[in-house]
Structures are given as C-alpha cells and as structure tokens.
C-alpha cells in the first residue's frame, strides 16, 4: 500500500543564495531560498535532509519546515543523485 503524499513548505536562510540552489528551488527577496514539493513523506524527508545541507558553498543556517495537506496542483519532480 502506497502512502498518501504530503505538501512540504521549507523556507532555507543563511548563505544559500549564489551557491547552487537556485537550480532546484526559489530564490526569494529577503536572502532565504523557498521550497514547495508533494510526494510521500519519506521521500520527502529525504529531500528536505539533502536541501538542509545545501549545495557545497551553502551555509545554511536554519531551515522553517512545514507539513501541509497535499493539494496536487504541482509539477511532477525526481530526485537525482549525479555522480
């Protein structure tokens, strides 16, 4: 049985704009970066442990986390691991 998905909201601060993020999330006015993704939670989970550490000149100070209904209103996305 398949697990119902979930909406994740993670707003990202610290230096985290300028180092790579802006690939797979928002960069927003006040310096924090936003995520928003649907999926099941531990899938998402996953996603939220690698986008916390950030790429590797990211220094991510704190991340706001919310776990919201799911609303089906967003693209499909995969995580992909390069080598």
Do not use: C, Y
């Amino acid at each position: 049985m398949s697990e119902e998905n979930v909406r994740l909201h993670v707003m990202i601060k610290g230096i985290v704009q300028g180092v790579g993020f802006r690939f797979f999330v928002w960069n927003r006015i006040n310096g924090a970066v936003e995520v928003l993704a649907e999926g099941q939670r531990p899938k998402l989970e996953k996603f939220l442990e690698l986008i916390s550490q950030g790429p590797s000149h990211a220094q991510v100070e704190k991340t706001e986390v919310k776990w919201l209904e799911a609303q089906s209103d967003l693209p499909p996305f995969t995580v992909r691991m390069d080598a």
